[in-house]
């Protein structure tokens, strides 16, 4: 079986795309069961704590905004290469032109599919990190006016 380029360059965009599907969805569970399991009372510091917490969000975030760029990438390698084939051949039938165009919008609608999930966790996991250092605070005020009534 021989691949052509067009089905490289097509293999190549899913393939990253779904390797960066991976990476999000691996990186959130992280996240869900490190806050889960979290002891905010072993904590003295709130850089620590926050250090803590952000953990892989950077990673989520960058995932869910540059998967949709991946996407469109493979989207115009796929045009571009539907074009050349159309010119080598000399042939303009609307039916090849119209699979190739929707063949390479594809991979578009694939970075979409990565980047609104991995966007939607990284809020939801960036609240729940506000929420614990929230509980930090008030469990470190809770203590600070423990000592002062002493």
Known sequence: MEFTLKESVEYGVIGVLVLMS???????????????????VLYENKTELELDLSRNLTLIATI???????????????????????GQSGNIDTSSIMTGLALALQATAGGLLVAIPAIIFYNLLLRKCEVLIAQWEIMQEKKQNGNKEL
């Open 22 to 40: 991976i990476v999000s969805f691996w990186a959130t569970f992280e996240r869900l069961l490190f806050y889960k399991y979290i002891k905010l």
């Open 64 to 86: 869910g905004s540059n998967a949709p760029y991946i996407g469109l990438l493979g989207t115009v390698f796929g045009i571009i290469l539907t074009f050349v084939q159309i």
